[in-house]
């Protein structure tokens, strides 16, 4: 991945829960606001870190409305349907 934190891949997003993301979602816009913050006082030392978390958020935003359309499952509804089978 170019750009982002590893733990946020696609991947791992992927098997955990909404609520695990959310949480996620939660402690990146915090760090996000932060980083914002200390860019306007001039105080950022790595600039590249605010592209990383804002591409993180997108993509947890992006894995949430995936399974909101139906698109991709969640972890327990995938090992639910392996169990009917």
Known sequence: MSV??????IKNLNEKTNDEIEGFLK??????FNL?????TGQLDNSA?????K???ARMYTVLRERELGISQTPEASATKTEEK
């Open 36 to 40: 914002r913050f200390q860019n306007a």
């Open 55 to 57: 591409r993180d958020v």
């Open 4 to 9: 982002g934190t590893a733990d946020y891949t």
């Open 49 to 53: 870190r605010l592209k990383a978390v």
């Open 27 to 32: 402690k990146s816009k915090e760090e996000l």
